[in-house]
Antibody
Framework: QVQLVQSETEVKKPGASVKISCRAS????????FNWVRQAPGQGLEWMAW????????NYAQKFQGRITLSTDTSTATAYMEMTRLNSDDTAVYYC??????????????WGQGTLVTVSS | DIQLTQSPSTLSASVGDTVTITCRAS??????LAWYQQKLGKAPRLLIY???NLQTGVPSRFSGSGSGTEFTLTIGSLQPDDFATYYC?????????FGQGTKVEIK
């Protein structure tokens, strides 16, 4: 069965960077892209970015342009999201999710368990 | 970005009720709309895609309809497992967006 397993909880200081991993199994990794979505405490879902496994194309939400980088490693079937210049507003649970789209992000049919990132001095 | 507005924000209902959640888009998204269910502390679960297509494994009491700017998610005969928060999400544009969520509570 499809599984997305994310890396563990992170605690970071303001200004630091974080890199979250998402290891996929149960399907052909290169067949589907990934969305990254975050959820601040008590808040709704916020789409951050998408990456294609077909050609490496990416789309980023405007508010995250220049601050996050998506990547993948097909040898380990792992997707990564790195965020720099963290501040307290970035405290949230971060999800990776398998995307059903082709040319750009669409909807997500399988989700990781989430990674809590806490930014605090 | 395309804005999605869900109503109501909170809905109180009883087991067995039929409930309807509305999602309105700031511009047409055709039928490029999905619905998710999220329980507290858990990842979202895909229920509906392309406005009305039921995801494999989702009970048939869930249904979606609509096109353009107005969409609905209907849960027929609410079950105890259905008390959760529901989100719509559009994928008509490169920048995906979610609605703010609708919490379905036990009356």
């Amino acid at each position: 069965q499809v599984q997305l397993v994310q890396s563990e909880t992170e605690v970071k200081k303001p200004g630091a960077s974080v890199k979250i991993s998402c290891r996929a199994s149960g399907y052909a990794f290169s067949t589907f892209g990934f969305n990254w979505v975050r959820q601040a405490p008590g808040q709704g879902l916020e789409w951050m970015a998408w990456i294609s496994l077909y050609n490496g194309n990416t789309n980023y939400a405007q508010k995250f342009q220049g601050r996050i980088t998506l990547s993948t490693d097909t040898s380990t079937a792992t997707a990564y999201m790195e965020m720099t210049r963290l501040n307290s507003d970035d405290t949230a649970v971060y999800y990776c999710a398998r995307d059903q789209g082709g040319a750009f992000g669409e909807f997500s049919d399988h989700w990781g368990q989430g990674t809590l990132v806490t930014v605090s001095s | 970005d395309i804005q999605l507005t869900q109503s109501p924000s909170t809905l109180s209902a009883s087991v067995g009720d039929t409930v309807t959640i509305t999602c309105r888009a700031s511009q047409s998204v055709s039928t490029w709309l999905a619905w998710y269910q999220q329980k507290l502390g858990k990842a979202p679960r895909l229920l509906i895609y392309k406005a009305s297509n039921l995801q494999t494994g989702v009970p048939s009491r869930f249904s979606g309809s609509g096109s353009g700017t107005e969409f609905t998610l209907t849960i027929g005969s609410l079950q105890p497992d259905d008390f959760a928060t529901y989100y719509c999400q559009q994928y008509n544009s490169y920048s995906l967006t979610f609605g703010q969520g609708t919490k379905v509570e036990i009356k």
